[in-house]
């Protein structure tokens, strides 16, 4: 038990000891030889408590957690990676020319996506991406497609990395993504998944 082993207890034990050993060594009897255990062994017991206490005091202190690094948020349009080379390359594979597919209110001439590209928005969202289109890129893509039929949608789940995709708003894609997809990565799918779009709603034509 604890207190047994309290310095307090020992001497006293090793006090009883010495007194035994005095009182029983003419005798030399049974209490004599107890008194000597008592001294002996409450003696090695004080000794290993005082050098124990002498030692370095030793903390258990546990491993410190390595933090995740924290993700850089992005914000920037199409226009400003198209020097990325892979983007460069999406962009060149595009339609080469994009009509007017909607807003027949008023006309607007053809363009290209490189044009469309500085209204073309990717952001990084808490999980995953977000694709966000600006009135210059209404005109030549059907904001108002079934979600079931929209190609953006089918190319975006069509890829591994991407868990689900869906229509936030009607001017904003939402991309929730499985497996981490670098910025460059996810523009030239954006970039894709617009072509495949406009194409549709072109009626498969590209001019």
């Given at each position: 038990?604890?207190?047994?082993?309290?310095?307090?207890?020992?001497?006293?034990?090793?006090?009883?000891?010495?007194?035994?050993?005095?009182?029983?060594?003419?005798?030399?009897?049974?209490f004599f030889w107890l008194g000597i255990a008592i001294v002996v062994l409450n003696g090695i017991g004080l000794v290993a408590m005082?050098?124990?206490?002498?030692?370095?005091?030793?903390?258990?202190?546990?491993?410190?957690?390595?933090?995740?690094?924290?993700?850089?948020?992005?914000?920037?349009?199409?226009?400003?990676?198209?020097?990325?080379?892979?983007?460069?390359?999406?962009?060149?594979?595009?339609?080469?020319?994009?009509?007017?597919?909607?807003?027949?209110?008023?006309?607007?001439?053809?363009?290209?996506?490189?044009?469309?590209?500085?209204?073309?928005?990717?952001?990084?969202?808490?999980?995953?991406?977000?694709?966000?289109?600006?009135?210059?890129?209404?005109?030549?893509?059907?904001?108002?497609?079934?979600?079931?039929?929209?190609?953006?949608?089918?190319?975006?789940?069509?890829?591994?990395?991407?868990?689900?995709?869906?229509?936030?708003?009607?001017?904003?894609?939402?991309?929730?993504?499985?497996?981490?997809?670098?910025?460059?990565?996810?523009?030239?799918?954006?970039?894709?998944?617009?072509?495949?779009?406009?194409?549709?709603?072109?009626?498969?034509?590209?001019?």
């Amino acid at each position: 038990m604890g207190w047994t082993r309290s310095p307090w207890m020992r001497l006293i034990a090793l006090a009883i000891g010495v007194a035994l050993v005095v009182t029983e060594v003419g005798e030399r009897g049974a209490f004599f030889w107890l008194g000597i255990a008592i001294v002996v062994l409450n003696g090695i017991g004080l000794v290993a408590m005082v050098l124990a206490g002498s030692g370095p005091a030793v903390v258990a202190t546990e491993r410190p957690e390595r933090p995740e690094p924290a993700r850089e948020e992005v914000d920037v349009t199409l226009a400003e990676l198209r020097d990325l080379p892979s983007v460069a390359q999406a962009l060149a594979a595009a339609p080469p020319q994009w009509r007017q597919v909607t807003y027949f209110d008023d006309a607007f001439d053809p363009t290209d996506l490189p044009w469309l590209a500085d209204y073309v928005w990717l952001t990084t969202e808490d999980d995953g991406w977000g694709l966000g289109l600006g009135d210059e890129v209404k005109p030549y893509v059907d904001l108002d497609m079934d979600e079931s039929d929209d190609p953006v949608l089918t190319v975006f789940t069509a890829d591994p990395r991407v868990a689900t995709a869906y229509h936030e708003d009607r001017e904003v894609y939402r991309v929730e993504t499985g497996t981490p997809m670098t910025t460059e990565e996810f523009a030239v799918l954006a970039i894709e998944a617009l072509s495949a779009h406009h194409l549709r709603a072109a009626g498969g034509q590209a001019t």
